[in-house]
Structure formats: structure tokens, C-alpha cells
């Protein structure tokens, strides 16, 4: 059977969140995430910010994470731009793993609800070199839109042959090596993907729902008014 191979990346331990409650909602999330992936996809949890499953105060964490294999280090280089940190993940995980034993390697931030198995079968069935979109996002209490800007592409989930995921991981390298740069990983996705005129795949939505906590403020909290869908 082919296989593909799923990075799904997190920051359970935040300044933001001294009571660690971010950890209960990685453990919604995860455990949904493994209901919908196929079976033909291999998941590696990735977080950068405690070195040992024995930190975790949340015991489903802790239990799907035991269940799961998992590449756990405590250096988050994304304190101020969120989405380098998860660069820095996915080239420690290229260093880690052998992706030349998967068709395709795909990107999930973790901290959302993957309401079915939507993107991951679009994963399956592209001919192209990856699958990419930007869909908005909605208010899940007003159905308002939140735009997303020009020249970038969303990098909550996306998809590449093993390949093509090779290349980006040098890319970023190089990128991270110039932390000054002052580029946000949507614009770097965007950047790498024209400049090498990969082939991809476009969809419209991403069927999912994310807490985005930030728009209460500065410091984490679950809030109805902060659900979003993709």
C-alpha cells in the first residue's frame, strides 16, 4: 500500500497560557484528527516546546500521544512569527525521518478540528506536485469573513510530494538561518511555490474549525465568539 506521511505541528506550552488549558484543546483536536485521517497515512505529532510526554498535565494528550508516534523537543524559534517555528519543525522532522518512503508529505497545524477526511483524500488523488488553497475564514457565530491577504498561500494544511517537501525543507533552511527576513511562512510557502513553478492542485475550502483565542486579547481563552471555519 501507498503511503503518505502527515506533519502535525504544536506549541502546547505558551506564555500566554501559564495554566497550560491549550493542552485539553490539542486533545480535542488530536483525537478528531485520528478519527478522519485514512489509513494509509502515517502521523507524527511535532512540538517545540517540552522535551518529554511526562510534562503534560492533560491525560488525553498524554494518551494520544503515547498512542502516536511523536518527535518532541523543547526550542520554539517561533515565539514572535508562529509559523517559523513550525518550519523549524518540519526540517528538524525531514532530519529525523526518511520522507522518500512516502508518495506525499503533508503539513497540518494542529490546533484545529479536521471535520472529515476531505483534504487528506484530495492528498491521495492529485496527479500535480501539490495541493495548496487560501480559503477565508468565517465567524462561526456571524458567518463574517475574515479575508486573507494577496501572495500568500494558507499554510494551516498543505500537501507536496515527497520530493517537492525535500526542496522546501532546504528552502526553509536557508530562510531560518535569516531570521530577519521579516517573511511570515505564508508568504515563504507562496514564495517557493512561484519561484520554482511547482505544479499544484487548488481547493476551496479546508473543512475545518479553529479557536482563534487571539481575538479576545493576549492571553488564551475559549470563547464562542473566537470559532472560526476554513
Sequence with gaps: MTKHLLLCFSSFHVDTDPNN???????????????????????????NTTNNISDIKNERLKNVLAGTPSILYDSNVGETNKGLGELDMMVRAKKLLNFSDYKTISYLTGRRIITCPYVFDKTRQTEKDAVMSNPCLYSLMNGRAYL??????????????????????????????????????????????NENQIDFEWIEHLGFIRNDWELSGNEYTRQEGNAQWI
Design 21 to 47: 488549558k491549550r493542552e485539553e484543546e490539542y486533545a480535542i483536536c488530536y483525537e478528531q484528527l485520528l478519527r478522519v485521517l485514512p489509513s494509509d497515512f502515517n502521523c507524527r505529532f511535532i512540538d
Design 148 to 193: 486573507m491577504g494577496e501572495n500568500l498561500y494558507n499554510d494551516m494544511f498543505f500537501s507536496m510530494g515527497s520530493e517537492v517537501m525535500l526542496q522546501y525543507c532546504v528552502y526553509c533552511e536557508n530562510i531560518l538561518k535569516n531570521r530577519s527576513s521579516g517573511l511570515g511562512s505564508e508568504q515563504i510557502l507562496y514564495n517557493f511555490i
